[in-house]
Structure formats: C-alpha cells, structure tokens
T-cell receptor
Framework: KAGVTQTPRYLIKTRGQQVTLSCSPI?????VSWYQQTPGQGLQFLFE???????NKGNFPGRFSGRQFSNSRSEMNVSTLELGDSALYLC???????????????FGPGTRLTVL | AQSVTQLDSHVSVSEGTPVLLRCNYS??????LFWYVQHPNKGLQLLLK??????LVKGINGFEAEFKKSETSFHLTKPSAHMSDAAEYFC????????????FGKGTTLSVSS
C-alpha cells in the first residue's frame, strides 16, 4: 500500500505571496491532519479534516487554511506569507474513525517551505 | 494546558549500549502516549503507542516504553543501540477528549557512535 505523499517536496516563496501544499493520504484513510515543524517551536498541530469537514483546529492565524476533497486528498493554503512561516509542513493520515487517541497517524515526508 | 516534556535534547550512546530517552507528561486526563522517530529528510514513523492497555509497550526495532502513572512518565528504552537508531525521537501525548490533537515534545536527538 502506498504511503502518504506530499507535493511539492520543496518550495521557495517571497513574503506576501500565498502557497498551496498538497497531501494524498493512504488509500482508505479518511482523516488528514497538518502539522508545522520549526526549530524554535517544534511540531505544532494546524488542523484535521475528516470527510471533507474540518474536525479539529490548532492555534494558528486565519492565514492558514485547508480543505479536503471527496477522495480524501487535502490541501493546505497559507496566504500573505511571512518569514516565520518557513518550516517543514507535515501531513498525516489515519482511518479517522477512532480519533487521534487511538487511530495511528501515518506521516508523509513533508514539504519544506522557505520564505524569503 | 496539556503538555509533554522530553528531558534531554540530545543523548549520545555507543553502539551496543542501552538507550534511554526520557519523557514526562501532564496528567490532567487519561493520556494516550506515543513515540515517533524521524530520520533526516524523512517523515515521522510510529515506534509504539500506549492506549490504556498493558503498561509495558513493545514497539518496532527492539524499542519499548513503560507507562508509569505515579511518575507521569513514558520513557523509551532499547537494550542495545544500533547505528541505524541515530535519529530524532518525539514523545507525543493526546487525551481522549473531543477536539484534542497530538501534542509533541521538543524532541531528543539520539547519536550513536561506533
């Protein structure tokens, strides 16, 4: 079974631009979660989508948004990029039926975003 | 607020010696606990998880962890380190409550020397 895939793997943008990242979950998984990883803040939860609905949200500004399609693929969008948005963005998929406390999360390799 | 603390940011061991990576969590609610490993330029891989069953949890690649409620700890151990174990390790907690996400520790970098 193919794992979680994320595209693109690397991205360079300038301040003020917007960016869209894509995540394809493992076949059969209906939940997709997004995380931001930075050296200073570590790994932080952004949001979770399940069956095309945002089910959970972390403490990030509204510039960070996402959506999920009927095939469970998910996109994350960041508008008006800031230097501090430079990070590794990881997505994780799971079956989604048991919740994060029981469902195993399978992570993709991440998208490395650099904001200049 | 719920939290998880990894007590060492960096641990160095020699190949063939035991590994101990320490993790403490806040104890407001019954937790589910996980250890993930991240190799350079790779995503996170689940090593093991505790979800209120047996307190000694065995994972992949010879790792295990023991849930100790009295000490609010979930330390990761391995009897004999291998060079391929060199990576960053994350202790993760979540709680069985609606709207709770995964909460990650800051990570421990494990170095293994020959």
């Amino acid at each position: 079974k193919a794992g979680v895939t994320q595209t693109p793997r690397y991205l360079i943008k300038t301040r003020g631009q917007q960016v869209t990242l894509s995540c394809s979950p493992i076949s059969g998984h209906r939940s997709v979660s997004w995380y931001q990883q930075t050296p200073g803040q570590g790994l932080q939860f952004l949001f979770e989508y399940f069956s095309e609905t945002q089910r959970n949200k972390g403490n990030f500004p509204g510039r960070f948004s996402g959506r999920q399609f009927s095939n469970s693929r998910s996109e994350m969008n960041v508008s008006t990029l800031e230097l501090g948005d430079s990070a590794l963005y990881l997505c994780a998929s799971s079956l989604g039926t048991g919740g994060v406390s029981t469902d195993t999360q399978y992570f993709g390799p991440g998208t490395r975003l650099t904001v200049l | 607020a719920q939290s998880v603390t990894q007590l060492d940011s960096h641990v160095s061991v020699s190949e063939g010696t035991p590994v101990l990576l320490r993790c403490n969590y806040s104890s407001s609610y019954s937790p589910s606990l996980f250890w993930y490993v991240q190799h350079p330029n790779k995503g996170l891989q689940l090593l093991l998880k505790y979800t209120s069953a047996a307190t000694l949890v065995k994972g992949i690649n010879g790792f295990e962890a023991e849930f100790k409620k009295s000490e609010t700890s979930f330390h990761l151990t391995k009897p004999s380190a291998h060079m391929s174990d060199a990576a960053e390790y994350f202790c993760v907690v979540t709680y069985n409550q609606a709207g709770t996400a995964l909460i990650f520790g800051k990570g421990t970098t494990l170095s293994v020397s020959s």
